[in-house]
């Protein structure tokens, strides 16, 4: 069990990650709980008694207890919340209290669903992962076949089914969802896109044609960026509509039965988004030998390209990577926000 403070550190840290991704509200509501959670209620013991690893990357703490409030709000079950959350504005003191008040009138919701991790599936991140499609594409001349690892709801397996604007570049026919990051850097390159397959895995796959499972991948965005949970509906209606299903299962597992067809005529992209960092230390190792191991088989006729946005560290973003076989050239692409408000594109080499 750590201690209340380190519990209270975690929110802190998770509020200026909130204030720094544009979310002023749940910054709030963060920095409320760190001072003002008590052990009053059955949720504050819970809270503070937390056994696990607290962290946003760990079991995101802060951002489970967040979420717990918005799906209150969000399915109507609690109207005093409801009231006191955006685009309503309310003071400090009004706002805790409501919370306290749901912290006790939903005791046995909230103690449940503290128990489950949170879940997203950030449909603007698409906007970074396609100049590396569209890379990918220019360089190989193939039709793609997509294998997505931790693939949530599947909204980042339908990329190719958005509109985009990439600075002075459109791509993509009419779609109720437009995606318009700020963009830096040179032009993404141009290239005609064929997909011949996709497919995705995640340990907990998200439905998109459950009610249920919509409230919470919504729940968890952030209740004052209402032009995130607009988006997000309308994808999740896409993807209902798409009839495609992610498979249930362990990512490497999964990926070891997609390495084992061959898919002559194709080049096989394996990809992933903010996910490999909370795969186990082992399970990545695995993952990266076994794509290693597959790049060694790969040919000029079957090529394989791995790429991935993901957090190194460094304060501004995640990094675009892309690696292709049979050559095993990789390079850095690019930069982008982690909710794909920004992509800070650099591109790979004579591309």
């Known amino acids: 069990?750590?201690?209340?403070?380190?519990?209270?550190?975690?929110f802190r840290r998770q509020a200026r990650a909130c204030e720094s991704l544009g979310s002023l509200f749940t910054a709030r509501l963060c920095t409320l709980a760190a001072d003002r959670l008590d052990d009053r209620t059955a949720v504050g013991r819970r809270v503070l008694a937390w056994t696990g690893e607290p962290s946003g990357t760990g079991d995101a703490l802060a951002l489970r207890l967040a979420g717990c409030l918005h799906a209150l709000v969000l399915s109507g079950?609690?109207?005093?919340?409801a009231a006191v959350y955006p685009p309503h504005a309310?003071?400090?003191e009004t706002l805790w209290s409501v919370c306290t008040r749901a912290f006790e009138r939903h005791e046995a919701f909230i103690l449940d669903r503290l128990t489950s991790a949170p879940q997203t599936n950030e449909v603007r991140r698409s906007s970074a992962l396609l100049p590396g499609f569209l890379t990918i594409a220019k360089l190989f001349g193939k039709p793609l076949?997509?294998?997505?690892?931790g693939?949530?709801?599947?909204?980042?397996l339908l990329w190719?089914?958005?509109?985009?604007?990439l600075g002075d570049m459109t791509w993509g026919g009419q779609s109720p969802v437009t995606l318009a990051p700020a963009w830096e850097g040179p032009a993404a390159p141009q290239a005609v896109i064929t997909i011949a397959d996709r497919a995705g895995c995640d340990l907990n796959p998200l439905d998109p044609a459950s009610s249920d499972d919509r409230l919470r991948m919504l729940s968890y965005i952030w209740a004052d960026q209402a032009d995130r949970l607009e988006r997000t509906r309308l994808a999740l209606d896409m993807a209902a509509q798409s009839g495609l299903n992610v498979e249930r299962a362990d990512a490497i597992d999964w990926l070891k039965r997609r390495l084992a067809v061959p898919h002559p005529g194709t080049i096989h992209v394996i990809y992933h988004s903010i996910a490999w960092q909370y795969f186990p230390d082992a399970l990545k190792a695995e993952g990266n030998a076994l794509i290693a191991s597959a790049g060694?088989?790969?040919?000029p006729d079957a090529p394989l390209a791995r790429l991935?946005?993901?957090?190194?560290?460094?304060?501004?973003?995640?990094a675009l990577t892309l690696q292709i076989w049979p050559t095993g050239e990789r390079h850095d692409i690019g930069r982008a926000d982690f909710h794909g408000r920004w992509v800070k594109w650099s591109g790979w080499p004579g591309v």
């Open 1 to 10: 069990m750590h201690e209340p403070d380190m519990i209270r550190q975690s």
């Open 77 to 81: 079950a609690d109207k005093n919340l």
């Open 90 to 92: 309310t003071d400090d």
């Open 145 to 149: 076949t997509l294998s997505e690892l």
């Open 151 to 156: 693939a949530s709801a599947g909204l980042n």
């Open 160 to 165: 190719d089914r958005y509109a985009y604007r």
């Open 296 to 299: 060694e088989k790969a040919t």
């Open 308 to 318: 991935q946005m993901e957090a190194d560290g460094k304060p501004d973003g995640a």
